[in-house]
Antibody
Framework: EVQLVESGGKLVKPGRSLRLTCLAS????????MHWLRQTPEKGLEWVSS????????GYAVSVKGRFTISRDNAKNSLYLEMNSLRPEDTALYYC??????????????WGQGTLVTVSS | DIVMTQSPDSLAVSLGERATISCKSS????????????LAWYQQKPGQPPKLLIY???SRASGVPDRFSGSGSGTEFTLTISSLQAEDVAIYYC?????????FGQGTHVEVK
């Protein structure tokens, strides 16, 4: 059974940093690109960042480019999102998503339960 | 960015009746080289993450009941629930994956009349 478990979300002040982790199991992790997405009641579902199976291809939404860094450790079946210079508009439930293939834009075969990031003073 | 627009925003259907949700993209998501539409549908129930229902516009994901079907091509797509069951109450989203950034529709809330 495919499982994606996010962690690391919490309440932080604007300008601070946070690192999210997604631990994957139940599938061959390095056969798939992985993505971070987020959801808010106001903006709905939003793609944040993606990383190809080998880390060689990375993409970011314009709203987070230059502040967020995605990475993965295939030996640990783990996906990460380093979030710097956090803003109130980054407040959201963050999901990791399993891509259906190794790279490129994709649909999501599985999602984690999400981890809540709240940016507020 | 490709804008995905769903209609209606909410829909009330009697149990056993048909529910139809529309999704329109601001540009075509049909890729001519492989003749595929880069369009997916998801179901999200309260407190749960989205669940993949349909990909390539009309292919059902594993384990999805056959009362769910997807159709359409180019810029206009439809998700149909042929006979609404109580467990189908949820928000439904379309998503294109034609290019980055992938984007989602605003969601359609389906409830029982």
């Amino acid at each position: 059974e495919v499982q994606l478990v996010e962690s690391g979300g919490k309440l932080v002040k604007p300008g601070r940093s946070l690192r999210l982790t997604c631990l994957a199991s139940g599938f061959t992790f390095d056969d798939h690109a992985m993505h971070w997405l987020r959801q808010t009641p106001e903006k709905g579902l939003e793609w944040v960042s993606s990383i190809s199976w080998d880390g060689g291809s990375i993409g970011y939404a314009v709203s987070v480019k230059g502040r967020f860094t995605i990475s993965r450790d295939n030996a640990k079946n783990s996906l990460y999102l380093e979030m710097n210079s956090l803003r109130p508009e980054d407040t959201a439930l963050y999901y990791c998503g399993k891509a259906h293939q190794r790279d490129t834009a994709t649909y999501y075969e599985a999602w984690g339960q999400g981890t809540l990031v709240t940016v507020s003073s | 960015d490709i804008v995905m627009t769903q209609s209606p925003d909410s829909l009330a259907v009697s149990l056993g009746e048909r529910a139809t949700i529309s999704c329109k993209s601001s540009q075509s998501v049909f890729f001519t080289s492989n003749k595929k539409d880069y369009l997916a549908w998801y179901q999200q129930k309260p407190g749960q993450p989205p669940k993949l229902l349909i990909y390539w516009a009309s292919s059902r994901a594993s384990g999805v009941p056959d009362r769910f079907s997807g159709s359409g091509s180019g810029t206009e797509f439809t998700l149909t629930i042929s006979s609404l069951q109580a467990e189908d109450v949820a928000i439904y989203y379309c998503q294109h994956y034609y290019t980055f950034p992938v984007t989602f529709g605003q969601g359609t809330h389906v409830e029982v009349k």
